[in-house]
């Protein structure tokens, strides 16, 4: 963009663009908002841009910092733009020959919906729609043109109720049994701009403006009125975003999509938008405007043969005009190469000559951004570091989960945290009896508890998805969750929980038992019902990613992992071992946190040490399981970390049922409860504390992994490389104490 060098009062709010004049500064985006910015860098490279100006953000905080209205100052600022655009175009606003007509369209230096929308063809009056007829000979186009602009300007400037336009549009349709747009005659237009002017005095008490600088101030006004608006306003509180920076607005000479049946306006994308394949696709429509592409009347039409369906008769834009199809698509390439990323082209063509009016980076999927970034590396559009760069490090954990599908239908049920990614469907249940009992009969769930404890573990195993009313990221759920790749949902305080009647309240909904429910551990949302999900796959790209990031990566990467499942599918991502393996979590499991217990309610080191030889095959086989699948990778096993307390059960049914299998009575179990029970059970009585008062746990641990270390490398040939971490160690005594008796369990293993 080119400063007005002719402006002597703050010249940085506005800057020209097209017919070759440029802005290439850094700040491009700042001062003209993403829409301004393409337009200064596609005028860079010589493609056709209709001429403009553009206010920029800077004008934007002023109109707002005089209370949101245009500064006098401002308003001649404007019309110094408007002078050297006539000049340039060689037409005069509001002249009754070669009338300038105007289109205005908002960006802003991010995405953000609410924002006005654009307003075309702004200028027209009942004078400069008889001089638009006058010099295109084309009295139907003219008022076409004008009563496109009453509607438009009428709902973003005039706030009158876009219904009421429709309503108006459909009766004159339906009078004169007209079935599409191209049957509208001049008469029609005027019958319905007639009736637009009369709706417009009647809701707003004033007629349609015809001082077209009055339209001009008013167009500026209400589009920058809509930065500070509601709309606009929940969008930037939703994606953090500062009010400070402001609104651009592009101000250009009008292009006409509705000339003739020479001319057409759509959009082109330069990549499918589904898959990533560098493939061109899109929409157009003849004898058209933009607005038309979100309206009931027409159906836009596809723009290349292949994407007709095979059926279809309806002419692609590449059959119905192939010149332009040739030079547009030829024109999105060289944009993609420039812009080093896939695009959405808006373009219009006027009487076979193409304009481009806006080139935008599209949003798109995680997968799709990551094929796209890695398709433009390899074709030396960006570099490998580029690559790395674009595609965020929550969209790859993203790719190991289920999605939902951006397509299906979904009512909102309540909001919590994203605790764990993913999303999951399943029956409500409330208890980890339940989920097990309903996993066993083939069903997947979704556990729903006020919070989760350490013994249900066994319960989020079983779920597809947990869902809890309190906590946070940290909680019990949300650690569990993401060890055992479960989706979760925590602090959804909405939902209310009736245990005794099995039943869930939120939103007005009642849910109990066995319905079904869906959530999403990547946003937070619930849902109703089942949604369905995408299950995750990983393309050839995503692995020349994960190739690259090992290219310039300096740290070596182990995963978390208590499974072989786990520890084979982190070791097809690429990591180099284990650097947590929680052993505590596998005595949680159904058929050994019975004899977990037995060892903690024994009353003599003898009674544990009968139960901890039951307990020591499990723990091998989980060992030499493990130290298979991770071959030739380290493996960090931390030996047992909780409390004791946290391994006996808490409810009534769980204590019952754990009397009845060890065979002792109520009263010994909530004794032992009882004494177990710590003030401060997190800085209390666990890790190597626990194995200083009671080693023998620790020897039968480690025991396992030596035991364990010998059966895998015969089975595998591989070196296998155990790591054995000791936790909670505060002293030197603690440390050496512990080292000499698992030193002894070695030497007797070895021997």
């Not at 002017?197 to 600088?213: D, H, L, R, S």
């Amino acid at each position: 963009m080119v400063k007005l060098a002719e402006q002597s009062i703050s010249d940085s709010r506005l800057f020209a663009c097209g017919n070759g004049e440029s802005w290439n500064e850094q700040e491009s985006v700042d001062m003209l908002g993403l829409k301004g910015a393409s337009l200064s860098k596609m005028t860079d490279l010589g493609h056709p841009v209709p001429v403009g100006f553009i206010l920029t953000t800077d004008f934007c905080r002023d109109f707002n910092a005089a209370g949101n209205q245009l500064p006098s100052d401002a308003i001649d600022l404007v019309k110094a733009g408007l002078e050297k655009l006539e000049k340039r175009l060689g037409r005069e606003y509001g002249g009754c020959d070669k009338p300038l007509l105007l289109s205005i369209r908002t960006g802003a230096p991010v995405h953000l919906a609410g924002l006005m929308p654009a307003i075309l063809n702004l200028g027209l009056n009942d004078q400069t729609c008889a001089a638009l007829a006058d010099e295109t000979g084309d009295l139907r186009f003219a008022l076409d043109c004008y009563r496109r602009y009453i509607e438009s300007y009428s709902i973003a400037v005039l706030n009158v109720g876009e219904i009421l336009f429709e309503d108006i549009f459909e009766d004159v349709r339906a009078e004169g049994g007209l079935t599409s747009i191209s049957e509208f005659e001049s008469g029609d237009y005027q019958t319905i701009i007639d009736r637009y002017k009369t709706c417009i005095e009647e809701n707003t008490g004033a007629e349609f403006p015809q001082n077209v600088y009055q339209q001009l101030m008013g167009g500026i006004s209400a589009a920058f009125e809509s930065w500070y608006g509601y709309r606009a306003n929940t969008q930037r509180r939703a994606n953090n975003i500062s009010d400070e920076i402001g609104l651009a607005l592009t101000v250009q000479g009008m292009v006409f999509g509705n000339r003739n049946t020479n001319s057409a306006t759509g959009v082109l994308q330069t990549r499918n938008p589904h898959t990533g394949e560098a493939i061109v696709s899109g929409t157009y429509l003849t004898y058209a405007q933009g607005p038309e592409f979100e309206g009931q009347y027409r159906t836009p039409k596809p723009l290349t043969i292949k994407d007709k369906a095979d059926s279809s008769r309806v002419s692609s834009l590449e059959e119905r005009m192939p010149k332009m199809f040739k030079a547009l698509v030829k024109t999105a390439s060289e944009l993609e190469k420039a812009f080093g990323d896939m695009l959405d082209i808006e373009f219009t063509i006027e009487d076979n000559i193409l304009y481009i009016l806006e080139a935008v980076r599209p949003k798109r999927n995680d997968q799709v951004e990551l094929i796209v970034a890695v398709d433009l590396a390899k074709s030396g559009m960006i570099s490998k570091k580029d690559a790395l760069m674009r595609v965020n490090p929550k969209s790859i954990e993203q790719l190991l989960h289920p999605s939902l599908d951006p397509m299906a239908n979904k009512t909102i049920l309540a909001r919590g945290l994203p605790a764990s990614p993913g999303a999951a469907s399943g029956e409500i249940v409330f208890n980890s009896e339940e989920a097990e009992e309903r996993k066993a009969a083939g069903k997947n769930v979704i556990l729903v508890k006020t919070e989760t404890s350490p013994e249900d573990v066994y319960g989020i195993h079983a779920a597809t998805g947990i869902l809890t009313v309190r906590g946070g990221s940290t909680s019990h759920a949300a650690v569990a969750a993401r060890i055992m790749a479960r989706p979760c949902v925590t602090g959804a305080s909405a939902i209310k929980i009736d245990m005794e009647t099995h039943t869930l309240y939120a939103s007005g909904y009642t849910l109990r038992k066995g319905d079904m429910i869906t959530i999403d551990g990547t946003s937070g949302e619930i849902y109703t019902g089942k949604v369905k999900t995408i299950e995750p796959s990983f393309s050839s790209e995503f692995y020349t990613l994960m190739k690259w990031a090992d290219e310039v990566r300096t740290l070596k990467i182990r995963v978390n992992a208590e499974t072989p499942e786990l520890a084979i599918k982190a070791q097809k991502m690429g990591a180099e071992g284990i650097g947590l393996c929680r052993t505590e979590h596998m005595f949680f499991e159904k058929g050994r946190i019975v004899v977990m217990r037995e060892m903690i309610l024994a009353e003599s080191e003898v009674g544990r040490k009968r139960a901890l030889d039951k307990l020591l095959p499990m723990q091998c086989k989980d060992f030499v399981d493990l130290f298979t699948a991770m071959s030739g990778y380290p493996v960090t096993i931390r030996l047992l970390d909780p409390p004791l307390h946290e391994f006996l059960p808490k409810s009534e049914r769980d204590i019952a049922e754990t009397a009845a299998a060890l065979g002792v009575d109520h009263k010994t179990i909530l004794t032992r409860l009882e004494s177990l029970s710590e003030t401060n059970p997190m800085l209390g009585h666990r890790g190597c504390r626990l194995a200083i008062t009671h080693p023998e746990i620790y020897d039968m641990q480690v025991r396992a992994i030596f035991e364990a270390t010998i059966l895998a490398e015969k089975a595998t040939g591989d070196p296998i490389m155990p790591e054995i971490m000791i936790p909670f160690v505060s002293t030197k005594a603690e440390l050496v104490f512990l080292r000499d008796r698992i030193e002894k369990v070695a030497d007797e293993v070895a021997n």
